[in-house]
């Protein structure tokens, strides 16, 4: 293996630098802040090039978490600047204006306690207002759930709210049952009513003569030809007359119902009279 002499260029060099100074002063070194540098220093880049590899990039990148740290460094020495400063400047104005009394003090420390409070207050109102802003949001926002599945938001309901519901729901269809049930017999009040009122009663037709003797066919006969009294041909006429005084008497005695009600009254009281021609076929 050959060896190589590496020192050649440095003898080459205090040669040259002895023909430029014959008094024999060393060279000055080249420095760089405080460091003093040797007279040659190889950099990586050619280095790497002599052996045959590759140089790595420079890097362009700065570090964020040192950044980070120095602008935090930054804020707090200029907040602690400030402080001493203010500090500095308090001291000065209170030993200018001399020891104050204790009603001043007093006085001050009041005017400070209102500007907190009033700071306070314009605080929990800006975030009273934040929040409202913030549920007016969430109310307009729609339910993404249900938009996912294609339908509108469903609220939540409790087994109270059901049970409420259905006590709800019971009592309207008993309700409904018992109207039902009220006008379903008063049609058949109605019915029967207008079934013995315009159907003819035979059993009292005088034409007609029924016995099961002689004897008896005289009687009756000679019961018949004596006059009669003249039949009630128009029985809803009675109706109608004790409808009116029957109504007349109510609104006196309870005021304030409906006339539909007055009228339900007057017809359980017209079933029970003795002028219902009903009543009188029963007797």
């Known amino acids: 293996m050959r060896h190589v002499d590496r020192t050649g260029w440095l003898e080459e060099f205090w040669a040259q630098a002895r023909k430029k100074n014959p008094e024999g002063a060393a060279p000055r070194a080249r420095t760089e802040g405080h460091r003093r540098l040797p007279l040659y220093q190889p950099s990586f880049r050619s280095t790497a090039r002599r052996r045959g590899g590759r ?13 980070a740290a120095r ?4 804020a707090a020495e200029a907040e602690r600047r400030d402080r001493e400063a203010r500090a ?3 001291a000065y104005w209170q030993a200018a204006e001399g020891p ?26 800006r975030l009273a207002e934040l929040e409202q802003q913030q549920l007016a949001a969430a109310a307009r926002r729609p339910d993404r759930k249900a938009a996912r599945v294609g339908g509108p938001a469903v609220p939540k309901v409790t087994e109270a709210e059901l049970a409420r519901r259905r006590e709800e729901e019971r009592l309207r269809l008993q309700r409904e049952a018992e109207a039902a049930r009220k006008r379903q017999a008063r049609t058949a009040d109605e019915e029967e009513y207008g079934r013995v009122v315009l159907v003819a009663n035979t059993n009292r037709d005088d034409s007609v003569i029924e016995a099961r003797s002689v004897e008896d066919a005289i009687a009756k006969m000679s019961i018949a030809a004596e006059p009669a009294l003249p039949p009630d041909r128009h029985p809803e006429r009675r109706l109608k007359a004790f409808e009116e005084a029957e109504l007349a008497r109510l609104k006196e005695e309870k005021p304030g119902l409906t006339l539909h009600q007055y009228k339900d009254m007057i ?8 002028d219902n021609p009903l009543n009188q076929v029963a007797d």
């Not at 017809?267 to 003795?274: E, G």
């Open 55 to 67: 140089a790595m990039p420079k890097k362009m990148g700065i570090n964020s978490k040192a950044e």
């Open 71 to 74: 602008a935090r460094r930054g």
């Open 88 to 90: 500095q400047e308090e």
């Open 100 to 125: 104050k009394s204790r009603s001043a003090r007093r006085r001050e420390e009041d005017a400070e306690k209102r500007v907190e409070a009033a700071a306070r207050r314009a605080e929990n109102r």
């Open 267 to 274: 017809w359980k009281l017209w079933k029970k009279s003795p």
